[in-house]
């Protein structure tokens, strides 16, 4: 097996997974941008979720529109800190942020061997 293999078995508690394979694994950790809030809050309650699975390994991020350039940009910032609030999970605002693919890392949040779920298209750096 590869190394992206192993990982996936080990967080499956499989012996051996392969390509094409659909997997129910342990995540170390998600993380999201705040322009991603209002379909993740949308999904959280088509699921009647009120919490996070561990609020210590979900964080949300002030990225793609912070500092906010207008009045919807900062709803958005906004509408992210009151939810990771409201579930517990970590927030890194303005200030306390940056790029997230950079961020996560630089933070400690990624490392060696871990399952990372991020709500970008980068988020495999």
Do not use: W
Not at 69 to 97: H, P
């Amino acid at each position: 097996m590869t190394i992206a293999e192993k990982i996936l078995a080990a967080h499956a508690g499989k012996a051996t997974v392969r390509p094409g394979e659909y997997l129910n694994v342990q995540i170390d950790l998600a993380f999201a941008p705040e322009m991603y809030m209002p379909l993740m809050i949308n999904a959280f309650k088509e699921m009647d979720a009120t919490e996070a699975f561990d609020p210590a390994k979900v964080v949300f991020i002030d990225d793609h529109t912070c500092p906010n350039a207008d009045i919807a940009s900062a709803e958005q910032a906004k509408l992210q800190k009151e939810f990771a609030k409201r579930i517990g999970a970590l927030y890194f605002g303005v200030g306390r942020s940056g790029i997230e693919h950079v961020f996560i890392p630089e933070a400690g949040f990624a490392l060696p061997g871990q399952v990372i779920v991020g709500a970008d298209s980068h988020t495999t750096t």
